[in-house]
């Protein structure tokens, strides 16, 4: 069985008799039905019974409602309620506007509005420029989606892809003090959404695009990068493989090997797979293979498709024909970014000594993370309940911060490769393991590192 998840918290209220054993006894039908009580409150007490609040993580809805049924199958218990604390956290939304400067009086709003804000316009029209220092667009960025290609959901649409949406902008206020705000489009026209998001940049310093599916999720970045003069990011590509890179550069570090040497199989060749793939390769990875459905990525297994073709030009260089399996023998590195449960810990076992193990699929990976560590030397995963957690939070907050400091007008493959470096950087060589090869989400360092490494970039 999974392990309770503080993504299925609930709370619940449950009335019990007046004794001495009343709340233990209901902690501890909690804990057997196999959940983790994190708290226990009383709400309200009368001479015959109490009103208790117990607070659980659960494995998921379905184990939510048995925990319910467990503590209603007490004598004398009865729930009264409960609810689960994701849904009470997204009630609402999550995020909102603030004011910068509060408007209380007449003078305020003279200023803020009419009739001073006419001069700001009239500024900002005469040079247009000002727009990023008179405006939100200093500190802006959209967070851009057609809903898609949702991680883990697939094709939800835009309306079910806002809370991921919401979720994205409030990581870069939290971890970048950047303004971001979901624009969530009905639309899954390429020339649509690239003439939308066109026609709403005055108002933002830059573009995260997100959860757009391969391969127009391509095209639209390249357009909008050569059409805009503002920053686009397609986070699905860069930041996953940014913070690969980074998490790779200290695991070559733990067994020994360098980058230029080592059999790279990377499994997945839609948005992360190219980007991880062009990003390897412009920090000097020189044996990369590729494998996509069919087997490994040649000339001659291309299906039409130019990114496709672009991988098979520029990787497997011996031009190897087999499966994934048959490639990962000998491989130092496996690179996943694909589908769960493709792999066992055997297949692991082929690999060279001192393997390296990045099995990113979520939310489940590509191999059981547990199986793979009996066999390779540095395991990762996307997921936040095993070491070595490869999460874009640490690449897009920094890399915007540095990007809306400068102003920059575009992104470079070198800026990917320098926010990567400043990633890996920030774990000490006295803090390097096998179990700690890329810093926590919450390691306030990464944010400013990246920053300054890209605000270098930009202005050199």
């Not at 603030?98 to 029209?125: E, F």
């Not at 979720?167 to 705000?181: C, H, M, Y």
């Not at 733990?254 to 920090?283: C, D, F, T, Y």
């Amino acid at each position: 069985m999974a392990l309770p998840s503080p993504g299925y918290t609930i709370t619940l209220r449950v009335q019990v008799p007046a004794s001495q054993r009343a709340t233990s006894t209901v902690v501890a039908a909690v804990a057997d039905a196999g959940a983790a009580v994190t708290g226990v409150d009383i709400a309200h007490s009368t001479p015959d019974g109490l009103v208790v609040d117990v607070t659980c993580d659960t494995v998921d809805t379905q184990h939510s409602e048995q925990v319910v049924a467990t503590l209603e199958a007490l004598a004398g218990v009865h729930v009264l309620k409960w609810s689960d604390s994701t849904f009470l956290l997204h009630l609402g939304g999550k995020i909102e506007v603030a004011l910068k400067t509060p408007i209380k009086t007449r003078r305020d709003l003279s200023r803020a509005y009419t009739p001073g804000v006419a001069r700001v316009c009239t500024a900002i029209a005469e040079n247009p420029d000002d727009a990023r220092r008179l405006t939100i667009k200093r500190n802006t960025v959209a967070v851009v989606t057609d809903g898609t290609a949702v991680l883990g959901l697939g094709d939800i649409g835009p309306a079910a892809a806002l809370p991921v949406m919401e979720g994205k902008a409030a990581l870069f206020k939290q971890f970048g003090g950047v303004d971001a705000w979901p624009v969530c489009l009905d639309t899954t026209d390429t020339e649509e959404i690239i003439s939308i998001v066109k026609a709403l940049a005055p108002v933002y310093g830059g573009v995260n695009l997100e959860d757009i599916s391969a391969p127009r999720c391509f095209e639209i970045e390249a357009r909008l990068r050569a059409e805009l003069d503002i920053p686009v990011f397609h986070d699905d590509q860069h930041g996953t493989a940014i913070v690969v890179l980074a998490a790779l550069v200290n695991a070559l570090k733990v067994v020994g090997k360098e980058l230029s040497e080592v059999r790279i199989a990377v499994s997945g060749v839609g948005a992360a797979g190219n980007a991880i793939i062009r990003l390897l390769k412009a920090q000097g990875a020189a044996h990369i293979v590729a494998f996509g459905r069919e087997g490994a990525l040649h000339p001659g297994l291309t299906n039409g498709d130019p990114h496709r073709r672009w991988i098979s030009e520029n990787t497997n260089t011996d031009r190897f024909t087999g499966t994934l399996r048959e490639g990962l023998a000998g491989a130092d590195v496996f690179i996943g970014v694909s589908a769960g449960n493709i792999l066992t810990g055997a297949d692991i076992a082929t690999m060279n000594d001192d393997a390296i193990v990045f099995a990113l699929a979520n939310p489940t990976p590509e191999v059981d993370p547990i199986a793979a560590a009996e066999h390779a030397a540095v395991v990762a995963t996307g997921r936040s309940d095993h070491p070595n957690q490869i999460n874009n939070v640490l690449a897009f907050p920094g890399l915007f911060r540095g990007l809306l400091d400068v102003g920059a007008t575009e992104i470079t493959d070198d800026l990917l490769r320098v926010a990567a470096l400043a990633i890996a950087d920030v774990v000490d060589d006295d803090e390097l393991n096998s179990a700690f090869v890329i810093p926590g989400v919450f390691d306030h360092r990464v944010a400013e590192a990246v920053a300054e490494a890209v605000r270098s970039v930009s202005t050199s």
